[in-house]
């Protein structure tokens, strides 16, 4: 069994893990840069490591300063979290290697999933629907051949891509010798790889996930789907559990499609299928083979830490439910709070002068920051995540309403505005929006 665990990573997402260390009995490691020497998760953890300078290419990033940080101090393994390192195959390596346990899938599969092209490859060879589109990297000399067989408007996307990067429409032939020159340069940039590929653009689809988990010896569940459309520049804001849009049925067939094709690759830890809905019909667009921001709301609904799962596949004793004994219950919203501007998400560091976290029946909060905590500029905005969980989804909306009014962070903007709005919309209260809606309300005139 696993004795005790780094985690390489910082913010809620370090303490989330490190809370679930801690009920586990297993002694932890927190590895921190010189800005984060404050951050609850390093005040918290049994051991604490320093591993460098602010930027992350010196400190969070840093394979080598992680790796030494586990041979000081003995942690036999390693959560990465998500984000940072935690679908590097590289790193994965670098940690059986040396015999140090990686809380994730093998290198292997990380590897598969993580290129945009041979993850649909895999997937549609695993029977998971996928949305039409070129069989491999698109070139500016065919591009127009393989638009004109999917049919216009298409989307080009970076291989590596992630984030919205790399990631151009065109909706005619005239705009897409721009669109794949503009993409291509742009995934050059962010991904030191200027490969694209083209598939057809869907209108006004969902964005639903599932949310599976493997033994890596062929026996794999999944835990329902997510709904996480209401985004902004392709960055999720607000998310649901279940999905508004889909019925009983729809829901297990496709979580059922998704466990069987975790059960056929041997899929070792936790990980999310992510798909366009559109029509009643899915589309596979990428795998994450992590651990995702949002999975309290599964857990709020299922009762299942997937922490735990993780840390028990990854110690070799298997997954603890099987899929008849998953019973899913009620409805859970998490609002993602940024310290940003609340419209137009320019980030917002500096101090906390005053905090309240709201409680109470159904509520949970998940943040590392506190009453006078300084948010450095150098990393993702993201302080906390707001998770409320109701019998129904109308229970679960009223209990946000009341529990966005109690929370107080003061000193910096955050998102929290936002989503006051947002409770109060007849849209999102019907359930009824799509991945373009949330940035059509933003452009409208502040209310």
Known sequence: MISKILI?????????????????????????????????????????????????????????????????????????????????????????????????????????????????????????????????????????EIARKIGFPVLIKATAGGGGRGMKVARTEEELEVAVATARTEAAAAFGNDAVYMEKFLGHPRHIEV???????????????????????????????????????????????????????????????????????FYFIEMNTRLQVEHPITEAITGIDLVHEQIRVASGAGLSVTQDQIEFSGHAIECRINAEDPRTFVPSPGTITHFHAPGGLGVRVDSGVYQGYRIPPYYDSLIGKLIVHGRTRVECMMRLRRVLDEFVIDGIKTTLPLFQELIGNQDIANGDYDIHWLENYLAKPSV
């Open 211 to 281: 949310q599976i988990v493997g033994d890596g010896a062929g026996n794999a569940i999944h835990l329902g789907e997510r709904d996480c459309s209401l985004q902004r520049r392709h960055q999720k804001v607000w998310e649901e559990a279940n999905s508004p849009a889909l019925n009983v049925d729809q829901r297990m067939k496709i979580g059922q499609i998704c466990a069987d094709a975790m059960k056929k690759m041997k899929y070792r830890g936790a990980g999310t299928i992510e798909f366009l809905y559109e029509d009643g019909e």
């Open 8 to 144: 390489a990573n910082r913010g809620e997402i370090a303490l989330r893990v490190l809370r679930a260390c801690k009920e586990l009995g297993i002694a932890t490691v927190a590895v921190h840069s010189t800005a984060d020497a404050d951050a609850m998760h390093v005040r918290l953890a049994d051991e604490s490591v320093c591993i460098g300078p602010p930027p992350s290419r010196d400190s969070y990033l840093n394979i080598h300063q992680i790796v030494a940080a586990c041979e000081i101090t003995g942690a036999d393994a390693v959560h990465p979290g998500y984000g940072f390192l935690s679908e590097n195959a590289k790193f994965a390596e670098i940690l059986d290697a040396h015999g140090i346990t990686f809380i994730g899938p093998t290198a292997e599969h990380i590897r598969l999933m993580g290129d945009k092209i041979t993850a649909k490859k895999t997937a549609q060879e695993l029977g998971i629907p996928v949305v039409p589109g070129s069989d491999g990297e698109v070139k500016p000399e065919n591009a127009l």
